[in-house]
C-alpha cells in the first residue's frame, strides 16, 4: 500500500515475519533485508470481498459471525461447541475451512479473545494482563503516552485505579480496558444471512387443474412482490415446485435478464416455459402443494411511471423480448456479444446468454471511440482472416499490390503498420488458435477503386522466414 509517497507493506506471511518483516515497513527497507522478497499489490476492495467470503463461510460453524476489518473474524461460538467435540476439536474445523495461515484465541468475551488472537500466542486462551497495552488498539499518540509512564501491560493498567487512568489517558481507555477485562459488555453485531424470499400454499383438497395451479402461482407471486418490494429488491430467477398427492414433484424455473418484481411478467414467463415443456405439465390426482422461491434477489430502485400514462421504455420492451426468447428457445440460443480482455481482434468479443446481466456477470466495457473522423477498425472481420499475395517495396514495408479472390488490387493509399504483439501467456491453451503465436502488423489499405481494407503481415522476419499476408476486414 501507498502511504505518502512511500510504499508500506500492508500484510506479511510467517516466512516474512521470521526473516524480519513487519507490516508497515518501507517496501525499501523489507528489499534491503530480504532481497528475494515476492510482494502483490495491495488490493482493498479484493480483501473486504474475501473477508465476507470467509464470514458466510463461518456460519457452518456458529450463526453469530462478524467480520473485523482488514483481516479478522469474531465468532461467539456459546453453546456451539460441543456440538463440534469442544472448542479445540471447532477450532481444528475452522482452522481447516479457512485453508489459509490464521491465529485464533478463545476467551469470555469478543474484545478479549480479539487481543488474544491479535498480540498474544496462537491458540492463547490465557492471560488478558500479560498483553501489550497495543491490545487496546488506541491511537499512537495514547499509547506512546502509556509507555512514557511506565504502562506497558494490560496488567500495568489494571493495578492502577481507573479514575486516575481517565483523567490522565481518556475515557476510551479505560473504556477498552473495562472491556477487555470483562468488566463492561462488548457487543458483536453478526452478520446475519438474509432472510429468503419464498412463499407456499397448501391445500386440503389436491388441484387437479393447470389454471388453478397457474392463479396459486400468481398470488404467490404477489407475495413474494410485497417482500421484495420491502427490501427494494427485484428476482432474477423464480422457481416453483408443484407437489402432487402421490409424492412425485414438478420443478418449474425461469430467468430474466433484469431484476423484476411484477407478478404479471414472471406469470407470463411460467407460461411461456410450461409451452416449452417436452413433457406437459401433468396435474395427476391432484397438487397438494406449490412452493415459490427466488434464490436469486439484486436490488432494484422504485421507477417513476412516464406522465403519457406509463408506456414502457424501448429498453424495458427489448429486455422483455429477451427474457421471453430465452424461455421459449433456451438461453444458450439467444445471444450477444460481449467485450474479452484480450488485444486480438478476433478474439476481442465472444458470444454469451443475453439473458446475462452486467450487474451480475460483471465483463470489461467496449473501447470508446477516439473522436477521428476516419474509423481505425473495421466493422466487417472475417473470421477468418482470408490469405492474400502481397508485392511490397521493401520487406517489411505496406503492400504496393495485392491478390484477393482472383483480382488484382493496386495499392493507392496505406497507413500502419499497427503493430500486435501476440500474447504469449496464452499460447499453452489454445485460445489465440491458428493465428496466435506470432506479432502481426497492420496496415489500412485503400486501392484504386477507393476501396479500403484491413490487411497484416503473420510475423516478423526475424520470427518467420516467410511471413504470410492476410485480409483481415472491410471498412465501410
Not at 30 to 57: K, M, S, V
Not at 287 to 306: H, K, T
Not at 386 to 400: F, K, M
Request: a positive charge; glycine letters at 8%; aromatic letters at 4%.
Amino acid at each position: 500500500m501507498r502511504t505518502g509517497n512511500a510504499l508500506r507493506l500492508a500484510q506479511v506471511d510467517s516466512h516474512a515475519r521470521k526473516a524480519g518483516l513487519s507490516a508497515g515497513m518501507t517496501l525499501a527497507d523489507a528489499r534491503a533485508r530480504c532481497p528475494t522478497l515476492a510482494t502483490l499489490p495491495c488490493d482493498p476492495a479484493a480483501e473486504r470481498q474475501a473477508l465476507d467470503h470467509l464470514a458466510r463461510a463461518m456460519l457452518r460453524f456458529t450463526p453469530v459471525v462478524t467480520p473485523d476489518p482488514p483481516d479478522g473474524l469474531i465468532l461467539d461460538v456459546t453453546g456451539c461447541a460441543h456440538l463440534f467435540g469442544g472448542e479445540d476439536a471447532l477450532a481444528r474445523r475452522v482452522l481447516a475451512a479457512t485453508r489459509a495461515t490464521t491465529r485464533h484465541a478463545f476467551a469470555g468475551n469478543a474484545m478479549a479473545a480479539r487481543a488474544l488472537a491479535r498480540h498474544g500466542a496462537d491458540g492463547n486462551r490465557g492471560d488478558i494482563h500479560a498483553l501489550p497495552v497495543n491490545a487496546l488498539d488506541l491511537p499512537d499518540d495514547a499509547l506512546t503516552a502509556l509507555r512514557r509512564a511506565g504502562l506497558r501491560t494490560i496488567g500495568d493498567l489494571a493495578r492502577r485505579p481507573q479514575a486516575g487512568l481517565a483523567a490522565r489517558f481518556g475515557e476510551s481507555a479505560v473504556m477498552r480496558l473495562r472491556q477487555l477485562l470483562g468488566e463492561t459488555a462488548s457487543p458483536v453485531a453478526p452478520r446475519l444471512p438474509p432472510v429468503p424470499v419464498r412463499a407456499e400454499a397448501r391445500f386440503a383438497e389436491p388441484l387437479i387443474r393447470t389454471d388453478d395451479a397457474l392463479e396459486v402461482i400468481e398470488d404467490l407471486l404477489r407475495q413474494a412482490a410485497r417482500q421484495m418490494e420491502q427490501r427494494h429488491a427485484g428476482g432474477r430467477r423464480f422457481a416453483v415446485t408443484l407437489e402432487r398427492s402421490d409424492g412425485a414433484r414438478r420443478r418449474l424455473a425461469i430467468d430474466t435478464g433484469n431484476p423484476v418484481r411484477d407478478p404479471a411478467t414472471v406469470l407470463r414467463l411460467m407460461r411461456e416455459r410450461i409451452d416449452t415443456l417436452a413433457d406437459p405439465l401433468d396435474p395427476g390426482f391432484g397438487f397438494d402443494a406449490i412452493l415459490l422461491d427466488v434464490p436469486r434477489v439484486e436490488p432494484l430502485a422504485p421507477r417513476q411511471d412516464a406522465l403519457e400514462g406509463g408506456r414502457a421504455a424501448a429498453d424495458d420492451t427489448l429486455d422483455a423480448l429477451i427474457d421471453r426468447l430465452s424461455v421459449r428457445l433456451g438461453a444458450d440460443r439467444v445471444t450477444r456479444l460481449h467485450p474479452a480482455d484480450t488485444h486480438i481482434p478476433e478474439a476481442a468479443q465472444r458470444l454469451r446468454p443475453a439473458i446475462e446481466n452486467t450487474v451480475s456477470a460483471p465483463v470489461s466495457t467496449w473501447p470508446l471511440a477516439s473522436g477521428r473522423d476516419v474509423a481505425l477498425r473495421p466493422l466487417t472481420l472475417f473470421d477468418p482472416p482470408q490469405p492474400v499475395a502481397v508485392i511490397a517495396g521493401v520487406p517489411d514495408g505496406p503492400p504496393q499490390r495485392f491478390r484477393w479472390r482472383r483480382k488484382v488490387h493496386e495499392v493507392r493509399l496505406a497507413e500502419g503498420p499497427e503493430r500486435i504483439a501476440p500474447e504469449w501467456w496464452r499460447r499453452q491453451d489454445g485460445h489465440l488458435g491458428k493465428l496466435g503465436g506470432l506479432t502481426r502488423d497492420y496496415y489500412r489499405i485503400e486501392d484504386s477503386e477507393g476501396r479500403r481494407y484491413w490487411m497484416f503481415r503473420h510475423g516478423l522476419f526475424d520470427e518467420k522466414s516467410d511471413p504470410r499476408w492476410f485480409l483481415h476486414g472491410l471498412f465501410a
